[in-house]
């Protein structure tokens, strides 16, 4: 233990970001961090420190001549990386970019950091790069920016479902219902299955560690409908898990998803509800975090700020699927894919529209029902369901949801047609059989916000530990 004075924690520290805000000139000013750069002139060292709490490092100006011994031994042993505490005073800075620096009058390094091996030098690194060194990642610019964005954002979720009088609700990782519609599982087991084979035997299930087959979630919705049947406005944030086989800049296996569930609600509750809630978020971006989104716009996305700022002052466009088949039929310049009324709308089509066709968000509905879940309301058609999905440029589809089948017997239909086993879901039919009532939700990928927000191209530099088809070191 070192010796502090009573009472005095880390976390009561000023961290820089409070440093540089508050301003306090002439204040004595102790900063922890790490250092970024080291910069020597004839007459003095300049090391800017970096601690995390915002983009911006302090400036830390080492006046040579006013140095002592143990303060130049200590800036000799100063490499980018190394942690450090300095000591000084905050003055007016006479550099422009920056209000205020710290003349430092003492400095003690915590940690050195050889440069000789240290994989993260001054040049930029290309995100592939990083992505191997994902344990050191997070303390270069980018992806430290995308990490304090992915917490403003998660923080901006609960607020506005706070706000609304949403409960957050969780629902479980595991679940034994096999085959919740939405994706590929992971299996969740205990049994040793090499051992199994080894010895020729079928695996028995009964004696699994749930006594049945066990998966990872694939979303939380079907649990968390018996929370909207009981408290009426609820959402879920979890972690989500499927088997992506597919190796794209937009699939994990492992993505966190925002669930909210309306009661008495219907299809256009769903999609007021899914704009207010991005444009609340992009909201947040733009006038919380504008300091790392200033650095997306310069070194990620150039026009970024200027685009989500247009977006949230713009009503969503509208089209149901039919219309959005015609549109796409409609281009002169063949598709990957060939769209008609029936096929699932590819990446590729999803961005014409929403880039092309309307220059902006679109929601899209009333799909046909073979292409969507079991339990979405069907539609007086009989071909199609209350679905909605929001298409953004860029990214394609950001958020799917739909209004829920609440008839019982329509929902028992749908089960068979799709060839689920309607006894295996008895409890969520029951929400059916005791006081049913339309409600509707959807479901946000957060990777997927993120990366409309932050302008960054690829999932994988969005989530701090990327799972995804034959990649989950760290
Ligand atoms: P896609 O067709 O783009 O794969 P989906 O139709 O499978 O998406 P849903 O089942 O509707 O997606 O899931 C709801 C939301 O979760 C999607 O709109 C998307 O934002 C996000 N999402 C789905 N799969 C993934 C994934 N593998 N990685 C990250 N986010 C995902
Ligand atoms: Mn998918």
Not at 377 to 382: E, F, P, T, Y
Not at 427 to 451: N, Q, T
Request: proline content about 4%; aromatic content about 12%.
């Amino acid at each position: 233990m070192t010796n502090r004075p009573a009472g005095w924690y880390y976390y009561a520290m000023k961290d820089i970001k409070t440093i540089l805000s508050e301003r306090s000139v002439g204040s004595a000013v102790t900063a922890k961090g790490w250092a970024r750069t080291k910069r020597d002139t004839k007459n003095a060292t300049f090391v800017e420190l970096y601690d995390g709490s915002c983009f911006t490092g302090l400036q830390c100006v080492f006046d040579a001549a006013a140095s002592t011994e143990g303060t130049l031994a200590a800036l000799s042993r100063t490499t980018t990386g190394a942690a450090l505490a300095v000591t000084g005073t905050l003055v007016d800075s006479p550099a422009a970019g920056q209000p205020v620096e710290l003349k430092a009058t003492s400095l003690e390094v915590i940690g050195e950091c050889p440069a000789d091996s240290y994989p993260l030098q001054k040049k930029a690194h290309s995100l592939e790069f990083l992505r191997e060194i994902a344990h050191l990642r997070p303390r270069t610019n980018t992806i430290g920016a995308a990490a304090r964005m992915r917490d403003e954002m998660a923080y901006a979720v609960h607020t506005f479902f706070h706000d609304r009088g949403f409960r957050y609700v969780h629902t479980p990782v595991i679940t034994a219902s096999d085959c919740e519609g939405a994706g590929e599982m992971f299996q969740a087991t205990t049994l040793d299955l090499d051992a199994i084979a080894k010895r020729g035997e079928a695996v028995d299930y009964s004696k699994d560690f749930f006594g049945k087959k066990a998966f990872l979630s694939v979303s939380g919705q079907l649990n968390v409908e018996t929370y909207c049947m009981a408290l009426g406005k609820v959402y879920t944030f979890g972690p989500t898990f499927r088997a992506e086989n597919s190796n794209t800049t937009r699939h994990l296996a492992e993505f966190w998803m925002i669930e909210p569930e309306l009661a008495f609600a219907e299809l256009p509750d769903d999609m007021e509800l899914a704009e207010e809630f991005v444009k609340h978020l992009l909201t947040w971006a733009l006038e919380r975090c504008g300091e790392d989104m200033a650095f997306f716009e310069k070194r990620v996305q150039p026009g970024i700020i200027e685009m989500l700022d247009s977006v949230r002052t713009k009503k969503f466009a509208h089209m149901s699927y039919t219309d959005a088949i015609a549109e796409l039929e409609k281009r002169k310049e063949p598709f990957e894919f060939k769209p008609f009324w029936g096929c699932d709308l590819q990446t590729e089509h999803e961005r014409y529209l929403s880039e092309t066709v309307i220059g902006g968000p679109l929601i899209v509905t009333d799909y046909p029902k073979e292409l969507k879940a079991f339990y979405m309301r069907l539609n007086d058609d009989g071909k199609t369901v209350r679905a909605m999905d929001v298409l953004v440029p860029r990214i394609g589809e950001i958020i799917g949801g739909s209004e829920r089948e609440y008839r019982y017997d329509v929902l028992v239909e749908n089960m068979k047609t799709k060839g689920l086993d309607p006894a295996a879901y008895w409890w969520y039919l029951d929400l059916r059989r005791f006081g049913s009532a339309p409600h509707a939700g959807f479901g946000l990928g957060f990777e997927r916000l993120l990366r409309y927000v932050t302008g960054i191209e690829n999932i994988r530099d969005v989530i701090p530990f990327p799972r995804a088809v034959k990649q989950a070191d760290f």
